[in-house]
């Protein structure tokens, strides 16, 4: 590992988790260890419609709309859209030509959800 | 060699090279032929409204984007000057300047702006700054002048469209001639007269994968069935569905102003019904409504739908029941 690296994935380029220090077990799950340079941030921007998520999306959900839902707490119209089916594979972000976090937006509506229902239930 | 501290983020890793501003230049670039096919024709006049139409766009989004505290980089991606080439495209080349800078700002301002900036627009930006001057100044968006190419000594003339809905030129046999429309050299508005540029212009953006093939493959279907419909009953009475395709706005709606991402379902069976539903009113217009040219009020009337298509075309979720 050069000195050069910034950035320490754990599994695939698209699903892998990034890691804080280099004191993490490889176990039997562990596919792939990746390293490279801090990438450049690139801009965001506004939402353009393009479509491209929705028709990338293995499960056939619309993550432009999930990511718009879980941006502003709309946790139920995000389930009806099935949020909570998203498997995170990651296609939807990587299409975006905005740039758009649409994985990241995702989780939180998930969490959001999640956090709710076990308020609920206590 | 570090031991940690490195960079935490959310998967994905890699994206795609793509972008907004690399989407939009795409489209510049293939909207170039109809620009040089129309500067061709109606040399500098063109050139004069091409400009200032681009210019007043760029000064109004950045004016907007000033007024709305938006950060300044999303005046380059490009949007603007989209709006205000597609706006050109569409203005008869004997407008005045000024009438295309007014309709660049409503274009902007009204279009595009007022709803949120680029993404949150209903209708197309270009088509509500064109139906705004059709509106306020019906005259001046009605006098076609004949192209420099064309040699004929008359000051106007009307479009092919034109003839065909008021001096019934397919029973006069005045009909303008496939090749004519082809090449462009028939009186219009500036984009639109020469259809093999702009379709040269489609093919590349769909090549590209910029814009959604169902959405001119769609178009052009349901025109040329439901103007075939009435052409193989009575030819001597319609025209043919060929000249329905390739006269007036139709390519340059079909391809570039319909395909827009913001204004166009999200869903693939949302981009067929949308599609379908412009050429049925571009047919209805067209053979019985009371304008000649229907593409800019078919696709800003399909652009209403556009919220309602993607909320009840929602696509069947991997191992969801079908509804019984």
Known sequence: LKDKAGILVMGGPMMGLTQWTMAVPVVKGTSGILAWEVPSIQKEHECIRCGRCVVRCPMSLMPTLLAKYAKFDKTTEAEAYGILDCVECGCCQYSCPAKISLVHWIRLGKNKITSLKREKRA | ?324
């Open chain 2, 1 to 324: 060699m570090p031991d940690k501290g490195f960079l935490l983020q959310s998967s994905p890793h890699f994206l795609d090279k793509d972008s907004v501003p690399r989407i939009m230049y795409t489209v510049v670039i293939s909207l170039s032929p109809a620009v040089f096919a129309s500067v061709y024709h109606f040399r500098f006049r063109a050139l004069g409204i091409f400009l200032s139409c681009i210019l007043a766009c760029l000064a109004t989004e950045a004016i907007f984007l000033w007024l709305r505290r938006k950060p300044f980089f999303s005046l380059w991606d490009g949007s603007a000057v989209i709006t205000g080439l597609l706006l050109a495209m569409t203005l008869p080349p004997s407008l005045s300047l000024e009438l295309a800078v007014i309709g660049s700002i409503v274009a902007i301002a009204i279009g595009k702006q007022v709803f949120g900036g680029l993404g949150n627009n209903i209708f197309n930006p270009a088509l509500v700054g064109r139906a705004f001057l059709q509106t306020a100044f019906p005259v001046a968006m009605t006098t076609w002048t004949p192209p420099v190419t064309l040699k004929i000594d008359i000051a106007t003339f009307a479009t092919p469209l034109g003839s065909l809905k008021f001096q019934n030129a397919v029973t006069e046999g005045t009909l303008a001639p496939i090749k004519n429309l082809l090449l462009g050299n028939v009186g219009g508005c500036l984009g639109e007269t020469s259809a093999i540029a702009l379709f040269l212009g489609g093919l590349y953006l769909l090549s590209r994968k910029v814009i959604d093939w169902r959405i001119p493959l769609g178009i052009l279907l349901s025109l040329s069935i439901f103007t075939g419909i009435f052409w193989l009953s009575n030819p001597a009475k319609y025209a043919s569905p060929l000249f329905h395709i390739l006269g007036g706005g139709l390519m340059i709606g079909a391809f570039f102003m319909a395909t827009d991402m913001v204004t166009s379902p999200i869903t693939p069976l949302g981009s067929w019904i949308y599609a379908l539903g412009i050429g049925l009113i571009v047919g209805l217009i067209r053979l019985f409504g009371g304008f000649p040219e229907g593409v800019m009020y078919s696709i800003l009337f399909m652009n209403t739908f556009v919220p309602l298509l993607n909320r009840y075309t929602r696509p069947r979720i991997l191992g969801e029941r079908k509804k019984t």
